[in-house]
């Protein structure tokens, strides 16, 4: 049972526009949300977070918004860079808790020119 | 800084073979996470250490699977008897402390087990 869900498995986006990824999650204890980036042949980069007390965090061309009673949240690039294009990872995790980050499946992002 | 480094890089063993994959978190992180990747899917938690002990170990998915860390700094995964189901991208991290939930991944080493 997937509790952190990203449905799209992929996202083309035209260089210089907005890039939306959507993550979805069920556990309604996770307290602590992050995005992770991801090239081939690489570990995970941290991106960004965001606690379940904020609705919003920016850091520099990325932006996540936490949707709490919706249990969603999205990444926005703004603009769009050819760079960008990796599988970006949606995690979550319970702060205090036992496990690790929970993570989505991946979005595979590819920027064209 | 140097980063998470993990060893070998690549690992093809034959089934019921055992396998140690090995994780350098970064200095003066106290707190060092195993995850895999299996093909197609997310990440999966397998275990975590702050410092030398592991609070929880039920995210190993079964008694073949072991890992330990000493010194507060290296852990070794290990697995024995590997099954075809093992093969995966075993990935490591560390965050500063327990509390810092970003966390520095290593490149991972990719297990195949034929």
């Known amino acids: 049972d997937q509790q952190v869900k990203q449905n799209s498995p992929s996202l083309s986006v035209q260089e210089g526009r907005i890039s939306i990824l959507n993550c979805d999650y069920t556990n309604s204890m996770f307290d602590y949300f992050l995005w992770y980036k991801k090239y081939p042949a690489e570990g995970p980069t941290f991106l960004i977070s965001i606690s379940s007390i904020k609705d919003k965090n920016e850091d520099g061309r990325f932006t996540v918004f936490l949707n709490k009673s919706a249990k969603h949240l999205s990444l926005h690039i703004v603009p769009s860079q050819p760079g960008d294009s990796a599988v970006y990872f949606c995690?979550?995790?319970?702060?205090?808790?036992?496990?690790?980050?929970?993570f989505g499946k991946g979005t595979h992002l590819i920027i064209q020119p | 800084g140097a980063g998470v480094s993990q060893s070998p890089s690549n690992k093809v063993t034959e089934k019921g073979k055992d396998v140690e994959l090995r994780c350098d978190p970064i200095?003066?992180?106290?707190?060092l996470y195993w995850y895999r990747q299996s093909l197609g899917q997310g990440l999966e938690f397998l275990i975590y250490f702050q410092g030398n002990s592991a609070p929880d170990k039920s995210g190993l998915p079964s008694d073949r699977f072991s890992a330990e860390r000493t010194g507060g700094s290296v852990s070794t995964l290990t697995i024995q008897r590997t099954q075809q189901e093992d093969s995966a991208v075993y990935l490591c991290a560390s965050s500063l402390y327990r509390a810092a939930y970003e966390q520095y991944f290593g490149p991972g080493t990719r297990l195949t087990v034929t």
């Open positions: 995690a979550a995790i319970i702060r205090g808790g036992a496990d690790g980050l929970t």
């Open positions: 200095s003066g992180h106290t707190a």
